[in-house]
């Protein structure tokens, strides 16, 4: 298994503002992603993101409003740029393992206002 | 592609009773599955997944899933509701049928149990 581990817990911010979403796993792994879940809604995969790499990004989601780090095997960042009230969800990072299993972490709580 | 339908957004069962929540998945290679348990204003915790090996799973909290390839579903029941089960619960598909890759998920069901 996987823990990890996400900072900030829940955040307020202003729109036009950025923030970046850390996620730390306390073991190496390869694969790593980010997800979005808007209020009351699923979740809906916004990129993988790829060590050594540029991280792959999903329709509808691109590099200049979700900027995606991942400098090592164990730790990534996602940024929500430019906000706006729309952005206002539940961001979740999980990591998958060589066991046909994935671990999500407990979330980022963002309210745009 | 990989596709989730979760039939019924909202099931309401009374304490004791059987839980059913259905899942119904398309997938162009044999697929991973999964379902996922999130409580409010926490995150995921994995019930149960299907990796090919048996098909009737056993996952934690007494939930478990048969999966039928016939009928492409996966759903998921409990024998008897507990009224901690109320929470959002989530079936989703391994894209590409490949391991430890990204997960489609469906719409989610809500699980309400009265006493």
């Known amino acids: 298994s996987a823990v990890i581990s996400q900072k900030p817990s829940r955040d307020i911010c202003q729109r036009g503002t950025s923030l970046t979403i850390q996620c730390q796993v306390d073991s190496q792994v390869t694969m790593m992603f980010w997800y979005r879940q808007q209020p009351g809604q699923s979740l809906t995969l916004i990129a993988t993101?790829?060590?050594?790499?540029?991280?792959?990004?999903e329709s509808g989601f691109v590099i200049d409003k979700f900027p995606i780090s991942r400098p090592n095997l164990t730790f990534s960042t996602l940024t929500v740029s430019n906000m706006s009230p729309e952005d206002s969800s539940i961001y979740l990072c999980s990591v998958g393992t060589g066991v046909k299993e994935q671990y999500f972490g407990p979330g980022t709580r963002l309210t745009v206002t | 592609a990989q596709s989730v339908t979760q039939l019924g957004s909202h099931v309401s069962v009374s304490e004791g009773a059987l839980v059913l929540l259905r899942c119904n998945y398309s997938s162009s290679v044999p697929p991973y599955l999964f379902w996922y348990v999130q409580y409010p204003n926490q995150g995921l915790q994995l019930l149960l997944k299907y990796t090919s090996a048996a098909t009737l799973v056993k996952g934690i909290n007494g939930f478990e899933a048969e999966f039928k390839k016939s009928e492409t579903s996966f759903h998921l029941t409990k024998p008897s509701a507990h009224m901690s089960d109320a929470a959002e619960y989530f079936c989703a598909v391994s894209v590409g049928g490949q391991a430890g890759t990204a997960l489609i998920f469906g719409k989610g069901t809500t699980l309400s149990v009265s006493s």
């Open positions: 993101a790829n060590q050594g790499s540029e991280a792959t990004y």
